[in-house]
Nanobody, 119 residues
């Protein structure tokens, strides 16, 4: 059973920073899988924020245009954890952020963590 648990969300002012974490557990060879962060704002579809590939692909990263230069995705394979460092946050970044892992059996999702950017 694969489990993903996000943490680190909260309320921040515009221009502030947050660091999200996603810890994976269960029957998963963590290092080989592409993982990503998605977000969903009220009334909007879930969108990809950032993704990072597994060890075979060298941990390449990909970002949505809206967050390039502000967000950084990383992974610590020894800790079965991925991170999303979010800097220069904007009100438009307000959403529930979800962790995802792409596996042959299907995609698995965490429960989400709320990020609210407001003054």
């Amino acid at each position: 059973q694969v489990q993903l648990v996000e943490s680190g969300g909260g309320l921040v002012q515009p221009g502030g920073s947050l660091r999200l974490s996603c810890a994976a557990s269960g029957s998963i060879f963590f290092s080989i899988y592409t993982m990503g962060w998605y977000r969903q704002a009220p009334g909007k579809q879930r969108e990809l924020v950032a993704a990072i590939t597994g060890v075979a692909s060298g941990g390449d990263t990909n970002y949505a245009d809206s967050v390039k230069g502000r967000f950084t995705i990383s992974r610590d394979n020894a800790k079965n954890t991925i991170y999303l460092q979010m800097n220069s946050l904007k009100p438009e970044d307000t959403a529930v952020y979800y962790c995802n892992v792409e596996m042959i059996s299907g995609d698995y999702w965490g429960q989400g963590t709320q990020v609210t950017v407001s003054s």
